[in-house]
């Protein structure tokens, strides 16, 4: 299972982005605590539309706690990262995939980041920005473990109009 993992988000419009990808692609969110924002605001029901009640998620009061109830592997996302994303192989689709991503303003801890090197990584962009915006990077990493999965579960047509809409 893909996991998403947010370590203290701060902006309730990415996480209400975020929710939308991820019952878009079938992943379960986890919320470490503190939140910067009430999971019943207007803007996160906004920016989720209306797929809040198709979420799989969890919350968490500390990072010791989301540890001790998941089991997998461990994947984090900062700017200080070596490596690209697309450098590790996500392909096993029977483990536990937790894809963590810190608050806005600084990141994932450095002694949670010191801890875990060999599992840091950055997605690639130029010098002229510090980052990307959360939700972006969320949706870039999720979809390369998708692609090297092959897209398992996802519809590769679109359900309502039918698959020949176009021809038609």
């Known amino acids: 299972m893909i996991n998403i993992v947010l370590y203290e988000p701060e902006i309730p419009q990415n996480t209400g982005n975020i929710m939308r990808t991820c019952v878009g692609v079938g992943a379960k969110l986890h919320l470490i605590k503190p939140l910067g924002f009430s999971l019943d605001e207007k803007s996160i029901k906004r920016s989720g539309a209306n797929y809040i009640d198709k979420l799989n998620y969890e919350v968490y009061e500390n990072y010791e706690e989301f540890i001790s109830k998941n089991k997998g592997i461990y994947y984090y996302f900062t700017r200080y990262g070596k490596k690209p994303h697309s450098s590790f192989d996500y392909s096993n689709t029977n483990e536990n995939i937790y894809l963590i991503f810190g608050k806005e303003s600084s990141g994932i801890p450095k002694d949670i980041l010191k801890n875990n090197l060999d599992k840091c990584m950055r997605i690639p962009m ?40 176009l021809e038609e």
């Open 126 to 165: 130029t010098k002229d920005i510090r980052s990307l915006n959360l939700s972006n990077c969320v949706a870039i990493v999720v979809y390369e473990v998708l692609r090297q999965q092959n897209y398992i579960g996802l519809l590769k047509t679109e359900p309502h109009k039918g698959a020949n809409y």
